[in-house]
């Protein structure tokens, strides 16, 4: 048996999403002695179409049968019940291709192939290895406006794969330095050595506006990490009074030397 397209020609969806009967319900006797049943099955697409509450639609049937609500109710719930199995049953019909093929041998076969497919699927997804697993938290203001990502200055952290940060491009290599060098960032599981090698960084992150970079109090030249590291080291240590290489009058030459040298005794001031 094959799989029949789906949807079919008289198809719709309350085929799949609604119950279905396989067996037609009961015959309903048309006799007088029914006790007036087919008369309420004839009124059932009205009751409950109206999607009355079921107290009202049982006043509603006493009324019209000139009866009392106890037996009214009765022959609602049997009305209902045999109403319902026909139109399960009406669904089965308009889906019969489907739901023949449903139940057959071959899409059982077809439906285990299936979920063992997604099983695999699930399986290799979950055994990418991940290779560093990092802990970042409560960046310090300052040094989170030094970074290339605006990702931290909201003061959140983060626990989690370090692929994730790299695919959402909220950090660099750059920021990746400035955090492990504060402290900020910790490698909770991988090989820490490899941290900066092993990931395909972006070159921009995302989330960093112009206005809340830190700035030459003089000039209002950009002033990178390790500029504010050097105007700490120069005794400026408040925001107001950082200065530029330029308003500072030190030359390339002579800012590079500082700066290595304090870099190659492992201050956290530079990268
Ligand atoms: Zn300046």
């Known amino acids: ?39 309420v ?21 006493a009324k019209a049968l000139g009866i009392d609500e106890k037996a009214a109710r009765k022959l ?16 089965y019909l308009r889906c019969k291709e489907y739901w023949d093929w449903r139940r057959s041998p071959e899409a059982g076969i077809e439906i285990d192939r299936y979920r063992a497919e997604m099983d695999e699927l699930f399986r290799s997804a979950a055994e ?15 040094v989170a406006r030094l970074l290339d990502s605006g990702f931290w200055d909201a003061g959140g952290g983060y626990y989690g794969p370090m692929d994730w940060l790299v695919d959402m491009g909220v950090i660099t290599r750059k920021d990746v330095e400035i955090l492990l060098k504060r402290g900020y960032l ?13 990931y395909a960084y972006p070159e921009q992150a995302m989330g960093r506006w112009l206005d809340d970079r830190i700035r030459c109090g003089e000039c209002k ?18 925001e107001a009074h950082y200065r530029c290489l330029t308003c500072l009058g030190l030359s390339e ?6 700066i290595g040298r304090y ?5 956290p001031l530079f990268v």
């Open 221 to 238: 030249a950009v002033l990178d990490y390790n500029l504010v590291g050097l105007n700490h080291k120069l005794g400026r240590t408040e």
């Open 41 to 61: 099955l004839n009124m059932m697409p009205e009751l409950v179409d109206r999607a009355k509450q079921k107290p009202a639609s049982i006043r509603r049937l």
């Open 186 to 198: 910790r490698v909770t599981q991988g090989d820490p050595e490899t941290l900066l090698t092993d």
């Open 76 to 91: 609602y719930e049997q009305a209902i019940q045999i109403h319902d199995h026909r139109e399960a049953y009406q669904r």
């Open 128 to 142: 990418v290895p991940v290779r560093h697993y990092v802990e970042i938290h409560h960046v310090d203001q300052e």
């Open 253 to 258: 030459e002579q800012a590079y030397s500082i």
């Open 1 to 39: 048996m094959k799989r029949p397209e789906l949807p079919g020609p008289d198809c719709d969806i309350e085929c799949i999403t609604e119950p279905v009967a396989f067996t037609p319900p009961p015959l309903v006797q048309g006799d007088l002695f029914d006790g007036g049943l087919n008369q």
């Open 263 to 267: 870099k190659s005794s492992g201050c």
